[in-house]
């Protein structure tokens, strides 16, 4: 049985992941983003992984290890689900106390045989692992977090070399913030 591997992107309205200088300051924009959002946290219900590109294992490395499950709900399972960093260059992946695996080579090899492995994978940002899962194939559900706020150019959150895919969609939550979240499943 092969798992469901998740794509998840926080981005602008106009559909932006990044700023042209690569920035994320956008997704602060707008007050009111909250990761505890019961959408999220029942989304994380159904994850048995947590898989990152370098990048964006560094910023979580920064962060979720000491992030406070009280204020933070979703500290809990970020904390306690095995997690996983596609690198060529890292040489270690410390992670609060502990460390996480590296997966070496062809990150779409490596991610294929985590699919195997696990029911659930979640991959956030990590916007050129999720190219090369996404032009591998390997993506079956992409989540958006969209925050109001348009950037007018930047960093697509899906490879230009993707062509034409079509989605089914699974749901949508507003929230009070303005922020949305889309679910669709890939065809």
């Known amino acids: 049985m092969t798992g469901r591997l998740t794509v998840e992107q926080i981005v602008s309205v106009d559909g ?17 983003g909250d990761p505890n959002d019961e959408d999220q946290l029942a989304f994380l219900d159904g994850v048995d992984a947590i898989l990152l590109g370098a990048n964006t294992y560094r910023m979580f490395a ?14 809990e399972p970020i904390d306690r689900l095995p997690k996983f960093v596609v690198s060529n260059s890292l040489t270690d ?11 070496r080579g062809d990150g ?26 996404f032009e591998a194939g390997l993506v079956d ?8 706020v348009l950037i007018g150019a930047g960093r697509s959150f899906t490879p230009a070399s993707l062509g034409e ?23």
Do not use: Q
């Not at 090899?109 to 090369?132: P, Q």
């Not at 895919?165 to 065809?187: A, F």
């Open 16 to 32: 932006y992941a990044a700023e042209p200088d690569g920035g994320i300051r956008f997704m602060e924009v707008v007050d009111g």
């Open 93 to 103: 992946a410390p992670w609060g106390s502990g460390s996480i695996e590296i997966l």
């Open 165 to 187: 895919r079509r989605l089914d969609l699974d749901h949508v939550v507003s929230h009070p913030s303005g922020h949305v979240g889309v679910t669709y499943r890939l065809r």
């Open 108 to 133: 779409a090899e490596s991610v294929a045989a985590l699919k195997e492995r696990f029911g659930g994978i979640v991959v956030w940002g990590s916007l050129t692992l999720a190219d090369a899962l």
């Open 62 to 75: 920064g962060y979720w290890p000491h992030a406070d499950p009280e204020v933070e709900r979703v500290a």
């Open 141 to 148: 559900e992409l989540r958006l977090r969209v925050v109001p």
